[in-house]
């Protein structure tokens, strides 16, 4: 009889494999023996290869994506450019997302078929949005609108291969229809006509993507989940107060490294394909039309808004443009980001810690831009930001942003609310505290340090 850890290491192990070297070996026979065939070859080749990676992981599961995408399909031939089929799609591919949570929700971290779903429900409700988007005039459109939206319906065919690329089915990235109709049309490349000289970029992301994966398989043994719920964790003769809390930052750092590994890896597919090319700039040629993750600046940036904005990239791009902007009626940027919010949360999962999780990150990315703001507009703060100190404060910025970082990440990671508030117990709510009193202060900091014209200019603005 197979243990639980034993089944999670070998769905674990399918998964690895099915994202590398599968996906690198699809997208090779694409360019080598399909690049110049028919739309029609091109199609079924994506749409049966992702099919066999789906079967390969979840067998008969794969029913499950398969009546989704039929369900759209039928949904942009039958109601058109409408809002009835713009809110039926939504409602229809969320509650049967919600649903498959609900039945096959456990307390522990579980590949089944709700992970590449819940990608694939993104995919179709973005498809809805984009051909409602393509029945309106030009002026109506944004420019990223403009770029996405689809002149007419699409095929049955168009939007399996769309649905199962192989590139994108498991873990992300979000792409269009209309660049993957791009891709398939040729025009995806740095060479008109020919398979784009992409190599060496996808060879770089996956190399990448390995380090990522030694980092991870080297460190994360010593962070395990589990250990937050033993009695040693939260001992306080054993572990002392600081100990706990640089558990949860290297937890997170290390623990981190899981998504950003086969996000890189995936991307490195899709490079080679030709999906991740992205234009011009400045003279060189840019393969990150699927980036969904800036490494360089996660591993760097001292702020929380540049850990969000570095990671998940597209995920945060598909809300961005089709919640928060779509939004813009209520007339308030606050209520938008907070629906926002409320939607990724939902989409993640039923659990409690989701909530809990987005939640937290809208409160310490409020606290931090009032935090900035202080920054800039006090003369004093400006110059010791600049001055020869600076290094030992982004040392200290640093430590704060990882560890409340790791500390919003605890509910996201254990779930269950009986879990994630033992945690937070055992080291007394301290992100909480430490940011609920950052916003109570900051406006009398803001009296004690920004001079009272720069004030009354701020008010006035």
Known sequence: MHTSGTIVLRSACFFFLSVFPAGYLCALVYRRFLFYKSPTVIHLFHTFSGLALAAFNFGSQLCHSAICVLVQFLMLRLMGRTVTSVLSSFIFQMLYLLAGYYYTATEEYDIKWTMPHCVLTLKLIGLSLDYYDGGKDASQLSSEQKHSALSSVPSLLEVCGFSYFYGGFLVGPQFTLRNYQRLVGRELTDCPGKP??????????????????????????????????????????????????????????FGLYKYVSCWVIAEGSCILAGLGYSGVVDGKHQWDGCANMKVWLFETTPLFGGTIASFNINTNAWAARHVFKRLRFLGNKTLSHVTTLFF????????????????????????????????RDSPLLTKLANSSLYPLIYVVQQFIHWLFMGYSLVPFCLFAYDKWLKVYSSVYFCG????????????YLRKALVPKKERSQKKQE
């Open 344 to 375: 990724l949360a939902i989409w993640h999962g039923l659990h409690s810690g989701y909530i809990l999780c987005f939640s937290l990150e809208f409160f310490i990315i409020t606290v931090e831009r009032q935090a900035q703001a202080l920054v």
């Open 196 to 253: 784009p000289n992409s190599f060496i970029p996808a060879l770089k992301r996956f190399g990448l993507g390995f380090v990522c994966v030694v980092i991870y398989t080297i460190f994360s043994p010593y962070y395990q989940d589990s250990y937050f719920l033993t009695d040693e964790y939260e001992s306080e003769h054993k572990n002392p107060f600081w100990y706990r809390c640089v558990f949860i930052l290297l937890w997170a750092k």
């Open 432 to 443: 909480h505290l430490f940011f609920l009193v950052a916003f109570l202060i900051m406006p």
